[in-house]
């Protein structure tokens, strides 16, 4: 991918943020976790440059690349800040390396693969004038410009047996200008700097998925609220493969390890291990009778993810 520096109305911006000294505040800092990342990070970076607000310190934090994404970044973005990692320390750990050098007074965790929409400003007004929230998301769109869940529930055993009755579809929510929710998703997920330096950032014993989960759980047990503003877009191509669900299968067994007692506990270790030998089941089934090698990826993911549980649990 051929990284292009934006040029025009904002190249003073470009020069402030790479004059900007050491001890200066800004108002917002924005986190990206990088790891080879080439596709998307360019464009992700060109979207940052044209919407975030004036004196944004952006750091980039790149969790060993070895696609030439963290170079290409580093020549024709001269305003980043680079924050290197000689191995992977995933999504929790790559984002609190680049929080030890944050100089915001609110945090936004945006994933590489995103596209800012509009100006940032308006989702930090919003944050900065209702101060019993410690964090919110706006609206997810998808590639093709459709809304995607990007909030949710709490897990119960329940939601852990049926995952997407975790997630909260965004035709749930009507003409309010914004609504309080359990959970914000980490790919847009802007925070107070305060709350995040008191809360230690995300649990890095989640490598990926589930720590947004659990960094929202924490910011309502402090006395925090949550936000989603629908009203407000920005887009992520994401895309789930099959092969991260022992991933986050052990980001939830994190969750449930920590914040579940007794009969939940046990309900919910359960659901997690029934769950995916079902899954197994399920889809060499369909395997067989439908002849579909997705099916069989499914499956092998499937037992991955009961293997990874039985380590976790050792």
């Not at 200008?177 to 989640?206: C, H, K, M, P, T």
């Not at 022992?246 to 919910?268: S, T, W």
Request: proline fraction near 5%; include cysteine.
């Amino acid at each position: 991918m051929n990284i292009q520096t934006p040029t025009g109305e904002r190249n003073n911006l470009i020069l402030s943020r790479a004059e900007s000294g050491a001890a200066s505040v800004e108002r917002l800092s924005i986190f990206l976790v990088n790891y080879n990342s080439m596709q998307h990070l360019g464009p992700c970076l060109e979207s940052i440059h044209r919407y975030a607000p004036p004196e944004t310190q952006v750091i980039l934090e790149d969790n060993a690349s070895t696609d030439g994404s963290l170079e290409a970044a580093e020549n024709k973005f001269p305003w980043l800040q680079i924050v290197r990692s000689s191995r992977n320390l995933g999504f929790a750990g790559g984002n609190n390396l680049a929080g030890k050098s944050a100089r915001g007074r609110f945090i936004l965790l945006l994933n590489t693969d995103t596209l800012l929409l509009e100006p940032v400003a308006p989702v930090v007004d919003w944050l900065e004038s209702h101060p019993s929230y410690g964090a919110l998301t706006i609206n997810m769109l998808d590639g093709d410009r459709n809304p995607n869940a990007c909030t949710g529930r709490f897990p119960s055993p329940l939601r852990l047996a049926l995952l997407r009755s975790m997630l909260v579809s965004p035709g749930s929510y009507g003409a309010e200008e914004a609504y309080d929710v359990d959970w914000v998703q980490g790919s847009f997920l802007l925070i107070q700097a305060d709350l995040w330096n008191a809360l230690n950032g995300l649990d890095e014993r989640y490598f990926m998925y589930a720590e947004d989960v659990d960094l929202c759980k924490r910011i309502w047990g402090a006395g925090f609220k949550c936000a989603y503003l629908p009203h407000l877009h920005y887009l992520h191509w994401g895309g789930f493969v099959p092969s991260r669900f022992p991933d986050q299968v052990c980001g939830l067994a994190v969750y449930v390890e920590k914040h579940m007692k007794g009969m939940q506990r046990l309900l919910c270790r359960a659901v997690l291990f029934g769950g995916c030998l079902l899954r197994v089941a399920f889809y060499l089934a369909k395997g067989i009778l439908r002849d579909r090698e997705i099916d069989r990826i499914k499956a092998k993911a499937s037992w991955c993810a009961f293997e990874a549980l039985i380590r976790h649990q050792a």
